[in-house]
Nanobody
Framework: QVLLVESGGGLVQAGGSLRLSCTTSGVIVSFNSMGWYRQAPGKQRELVATLTRGGYTNYADSVKGRFTISGDNAKNTVYLQMNSLKPEDTAVYYC???????????WGQGTQVTVSS
């Protein structure tokens, strides 16, 4: 069983920044990819950013140029740096990890990000 623990959410004004952290009980290199998803009230969960084992990144168009995903293998932690936040970024943000070989998906409990206008 892999545990993912997110932190770093909170309330911020539009234009501000937050950094989310996701620490895993597993080893980052044991995953095909790790990423961040978000779900706003009444909406489906959507991809925000992913980081592959090979270091490739992918971003939703809505966050390109504002958000940056990165990983620290030594700390088994993935980060999401969010700059120039907008009210439409308000959502619960979930960390995801896709495990090598088994292809199992694991999810964190979510962390709330609220951006006020």
């Amino acid at each position: 069983q892999v545990l993912l623990v997110e932190s770093g959410g909170g309330l911020v004004q539009a234009g501000g920044s937050l950094r989310l952290s996701c620490t895993t009980s597993g080893v980052i290199v044991s995953f095909n990819s790790m990423g961040w998803y978000r779900q706003a009230p009444g909406k489906q969960r959507e991809l925000v950013a992913t980081l592959t084992r090979g270091g490739y990144t992918n971003y939703a168009d809505s966050v390109k140029g504002r958000f940056t995903i990165s990983g620290d293998n030594a700390k088994n932690t993935v980060y999401l740096q969010m700059n120039s936040l907008k009210p439409e970024d308000t959502a619960v943000y979930y960390c995801n990890a896709n495990q090598r070989f088994t292809l199992n998906d694991y999810w964190g409990q979510g962390t709330q990000v609220t951006v006020s206008s």
